[in-house]
C-alpha cells in the first residue's frame, strides 16, 4: 500500500515555473515507477511525465518535452515534477501515481493539486 500527497500547485503567470512535489508513505517506494499526469476541465486525465525506479529512465509527453523535468529522490520517498516556461493549457489538476511495473496503468493515486496558469 503507497499513500500519495502531492504538493506545490498555484496560480503563475505564462512563462513562469512551479515545482511539484509528491511525498509517498508506505514501504519499498524506490521499487515504485512514479508518475505524473494531469486533467483539465472538461479533458481526459492525461500522462505528463514518468520515471522508473532509480530515475535514470524518464519519459514525457510530446507537449511537455523540454519544459518540464521529472525526477525522484528515493531517500525521502519523493518524486517532483519541475515545471519551467509554463503556459495558459498546462492548466489541469495534476495528479501523482505509482505502481510497480505500470505496464498496466498506475495503482495508487494522489488527490491531486491545482495549477492554474495565467495568460
Known amino acids: 500500500q503507497v499513500q500519495l500527497v502531492e504538493s506545490g500547485g498555484g496560480l503563475v503567470q505564462a512563462g513562469g515555473s512551479l515545482r511539484l512535489s509528491c511525498a509517498a508513505s508506505?514501504?519499498?517506494?524506490?521499487?515504485?515507477?512514479m508518475g505524473w499526469f494531469r486533467q483539465a476541465p472538461g479533458k481526459e486525465r492525461e500522462f505528463v511525465a514518468g520515471?522508473?525506479?532509480?530515475?535514470?529512465?524518464?519519459y514525457y509527453a510530446d507537449s511537455v518535452k523540454g519544459r518540464f523535468t521529472i525526477s525522484r529522490d528515493n531517500a525521502k520517498n519523493t518524486v517532483y515534477l519541475q515545471m519551467n516556461s509554463l503556459k495558459p493549457e498546462d492548466t489541469a489538476v495534476y495528479y501523482c501515481?505509482?505502481?510497480?511495473?505500470?505496464?498496466?496503468?498506475?495503482?495508487?493515486w494522489g488527490q491531486g493539486t491545482q495549477v492554474t496558469i495565467s495568460s
Open positions: 508506505g514501504r519499498s517506494f524506490s521499487r515504485y515507477v
Open positions: 520515471i522508473n525506479w532509480n530515475g535514470d529512465t524518464t
Open positions: 501515481a505509482a505502481d510497480q511495473t505500470a505496464t498496466s496503468g498506475y495503482r495508487y
